[in-house]
């Protein structure tokens, strides 16, 4: 007897795809991208104290979706403080 759930059929291997795979593994790999790209790019903020580093990574790793969205919202309010305050250039952000 079929299982009951929601399949589609590959023409090519005869194998059962579900559609939850299609819609959980590619949200799954970018999340995980996601939180490893924000690890290595909290590794080289200048403006951040280790202990503001590792909190970062740690809440990236264990909220891999949301992580990364939350750090990457705040480092673009920080940017924006930086060029609002007198004396700074965009330049000095890359470092």
């Not at 759930?5 to 299609?22: C, N, P, Q, R």
């Amino acid at each position: 007897m079929p299982h009951p759930t929601v399949t589609l059929l590959a023409a090519e291997t005869s194998s059962t795809v579900s559609v939850f795979g299609w819609f959980f593994y590619p949200i799954l790999f970018l999340s995980l991208g996601l939180a490893l790209y924000c690890v290595f790019t909290i590794h080289r903020q200048s403006h951040l104290t280790e202990i503001q580093k590792l909190k970062w990574v740690l809440f990236t790793l264990f909220l891999p979706l949301v992580g990364p969205l939350a750090y990457w919202l705040r480092l673009r309010a920080d940017r924006q403080q930086l060029l609002a305050a007198p004396g700074h250039s965009e330049g000095e952000l890359e470092a």
